[in-house]
């Protein structure tokens, strides 16, 4: 069980208390700080001496932090979980029982609730759109979910586990990430690998949503929330799908950098522009990391991928995540 934390000492207190009622299947839980400057470390050294605790002197986000703990991880399963999460006691014993039943899985999340009305859910997975921006599917909608198990082209990064021996052949986080978009980057692999994401019912989590980002500046989330996500569509995406959507997802950016700039929200602005300066200047690197993936790691054709990844959605939806945007 692995958990990033980042100045979340109460939220991280209740998370781990949470996991204490977790009897099976074992498991060991490694914490990392992000440099916190909250009492989290002292709180995790007296209360959870168990806890396997490791420092990091700088916040090196959610991609770094849990690559530093998936580096001192051991196990079958890597579970990844945020710190602003409480967990039902079956929920570690639901996951592995699915995956032991299923080998073509290669990740999968539990069902994860809005933990400040758990009659209603976080989300039900994310999905692609002809846009290069994400369906979040059920967002903040009622749990009828039933216990039958989905498959979803991307995980939330509140709570998902994967196999261990396929994280060892297709890679973890990317590391040029630091936070957001980093979930569905390796769930995209994972599809790509020939394996599938699943959702579980049956296995609860509960989400505060924003938690452990809350006091993000409006800069950092526009700038790697933009620039992460292009670098996952040129990286993953087969020659087609990338010709067809990778220049709608860039008029869009420039599109709302210039309607920022107009209006004023200069850092929003400002963060889209680095965002594509910042894939600019590194399109080798990607270009290397793409080429890696799509002849080492890609099993499944584009086209299959496709059919499962791709969500049809209207313009509605687009204007409800840019709503929603707006209070970043």
């Known amino acids: 069980m692995l ?3 980042y100045n979340t000492c109460d ?3 209740d998370c781990l208390l949470s996991l204490q009622k977790v009897v099976e299947p074992s ?10 400057t909250d009492g989290s470390v002292a709180m995790v050294r007296d209360v959870f001496p168990s806890v396997r605790l490791i420092q990091l002197e700088n916040n090196l986000g959610f991609a770094g932090g849990n690559m530093r703990a998936y580096d001192n991880a051991r196990g079958e399963y890597v579970c990844f ?23 073509t899985v290669g990740g999968c999340q539990p069902k994860i609730q809005w933990m400040r009305d758990p009659t209603r859910l976080d989300s039900v997975g994310d999905w692609l759109t002809w846009t290069g921006l994400l369906y979040h599917r059920g967002y903040l909608a009622p749990d009828d979910l039933g216990e039958d198990p989905i498959d979803i082209f991307a995980a939330k990064g509140a709570c998902m586990m994967f196999r261990s021996s396929l994280l060892e052949k297709i890679g973890v986080f990317d590391e040029n990430y630091w936070s957001y978009f980093e979930e569905t980057d390796l769930c ?13 019912p049956t296995a609860v989590v509960q989400h505060l949503l924003a938690g452990t980002s809350r006091d993000a500046e409006s800069y950092i989330v526009s700038y790697h929330s933009f620039k992460n996500r292009i670098h996952s569509m040129i990286k993953n995406f087969g020659g087609w799908t990338l010709v067809r959507v990778l220049p ?13 700039s107009i209006r004023g929200q200069r850092s929003k602005a400002r963060a889209i522009v680095g965002a594509l300066s910042w894939n600019v200047r590194s399109i080798r690197g ?28 209207g313009l509605k939806y687009f204007l409800k995540l840019y709503r929603e945007y707006e209070r970043v």
């Open 3 to 5: 958990v990033v934390n």
């Open 11 to 13: 939220l991280l207190r």
């Open 27 to 36: 498991f060991e839980v490694v914490v990392v700080d992000n440099a916190s």
């Open 81 to 103: 979980l945020n710190s602003d999460t409480r967990v039902h006691p079956q929920f570690l014993s639901e996951m592995t029982r699915f995956m032991d039943a299923n080998p």
């Open 188 to 200: 995209w692999r994972i599809w790509l690998s020939g394996h599938r994401m699943c959702l579980v």
């Open 248 to 260: 709608v997802h860039l008029a869009i950016c420039v599109g709302l950098a210039v309607i920022y």
């Open 286 to 313: 990607t270009w290397r990391q793409r080429a890696y993936i799509q002849k080492q790691v890609r099993v499944m054709s584009e086209h299959e991928l496709m059919r499962i990844a791709m969500h049809r959605v």
